[in-house]
């Protein structure tokens, strides 16, 4: 035999091997699964967006109030306001919540995370006057963990 088909022999009952059908052998299926856990920072928060507020008649438009948490225990919204306003409601929405005579409101209160953007306003009662130096101070208070 001459040394070139001598190399070529291996080669062709390799491919003669192949070509006559061995039968595959089953292989078992493997799956597997990727677990990502990641831990974001809490966030909440609260805000109206006008800069400053419009009195129209016996009400206080606070432009659109922005509301954003994302802790999965939920926040509450709490609204600082000037103590002795009798009869006044804080409406976001179609929510409407009474005002405490102490000054100090909890408005929201949710067991879940939020994103929503609603009108804002305080509707006075009746006949009532602001005080001279009217103030307000927003909250939000997330209920978990803060990370």
């Not at 928060?45 to 802790?71: H, K, P, S, W, Y």
Request: glycine share 8%.
């Amino acid at each position: 035999m001459s040394k070139t088909i001598a190399r070529m022999v291996p080669a062709l009952l390799v491919a003669a091997v192949a070509i006559t059908g061995t039968t595959p052998v089953a292989a078992d299926v493997v799956t597997s699964s990727i677990h990502i856990r990641g831990i974001v920072p809490t966030i909440c928060n609260v805000r109206f967006g006008g800069a400053i507020a419009n009195v129209e008649g016996n009400a206080i438009n606070l432009g659109m109030m922005t509301q954003m948490c994302n802790d999965a225990a939920g926040y509450k919204v709490v609204l600082h306001t000037p103590a002795g306003l009798n009869n006044a409601t804080f409406v976001y929405g179609t929510m409407r919540v009474p005002l405490s005579e102490s000054g100090e409101t909890v408005i929201i209160d949710t067991n879940s995370p939020n994103w929503s953007r609603t009108p804002a306003e305080i509707q006075l009662g009746g006949s009532e006057e602001l005080p001279d130096n009217f103030a307000l101070h927003i909250q939000a208070e997330p209920k978990g963990t803060i990370y």
